[in-house]
Structures are given as structure tokens and as C-alpha cells.
């Protein structure tokens, strides 16, 4: 009896320290009340930093987020990825961030050139990915790049890169 009740009293002891722990938080905001758009271009994200620690975005990544497609409602299918090198964007504590706009690209032609669409209707999730320190280490020295990142969850991740993600759905127009 003793012991369940210095459990329950530890646990109310831990509980507001969670509480304040996640009151600050690293999300993405889209514009609007409602999570479904006519097109892509219809959705102004940012990210908004409210912790109390800078954030640095991947370099691979340039700043825009990675988008994937809920294919045939079974698996989700990423976009595939314009190669580019960025310098490290730094996000201060309480600034917002504004996502350049998303783009879905199902795929690539034979001569390279991507296929993309803004209105292609249907669930989507894009993710932004950051560290808590800055991933360059050297200005003069190549950065290592980060492995793809996998939205299945299958994949074991890199230690000191934090995925944020957000769903929204693309509806036909009528």
C-alpha cells in the first residue's frame, strides 16, 4: 500500500515537469483552420521554432521540406528529391521560418527532367528535418550527407537529426 502510493506521488511530482517540456516545441504551422487544399500552392508553411535553443536545417534539404503521397492509401511514396547543397539555416529560439513552396514530383523522364504537380489530389505529409547543432563542422570542408530519411518508420535513424511532420490532403477540383 506504501508503495503504490509513493508511486502515485512520484508520478505527480514528474508530471508538470512534462508538461512544461512539451509546451515548448518545434512544429509546422499551415495556413488556415483546415488541413485539406485545392493545391499545393494553396498551403504557406513555416516553421516555427518555440523552444529555447536555435535549430539548423539540414543542409541537403536547402531549406524546403520533403514531401511524400499516401499512394493508393497503403504505403507512403516519397517525392523524388532535386539534388542541391545549402549552406545551414539557423532558426533562432521563437522565430518562424517560412517553407519555400512543395512541389510533388512522382517521377523522373528518361532524359532527367522531373514531372511535377501542384493540384495531384490526395493525402500527403511533409516533414522538415533540423539539428540542435550546427551539422557543418568546417565552412571549408564538405558536410557528410544524411541518409534519405524513411516515413514508414523502418529504417534506423540518424542519432542527431529530428524529423517534425505534418499531414495534409489535396482535394480534386470540381
Known sequence: MRTTFLI???CLLISPGRTAAQAQQVSIVLNGESNEYKSLDDIK???VNSTDHSLFLVPDDCGQARL???YMNQTWRPSVWEECFADVIEIK???RYKIPALTWRPLRTNDGKLIERKTFPGRYRM???YSLTNL???PDVPHL???ESDPNREAPKT?????VTKEFIIVPRH
Open 145 to 147: 550527407r544524411i541518409r
Open 136 to 138: 557543418k563542422i568546417r
Open 93 to 95: 529560439s521563437g522565430e
Open 159 to 163: 542519432s542527431n537529426v529530428i524529423e
Open 45 to 47: 508553411p513555416s516553421l
Open 8 to 10: 502515485i506521488f512520484v
Open 68 to 70: 511524400w503521397l499516401h
Open 127 to 129: 516533414m522538415m528535418r
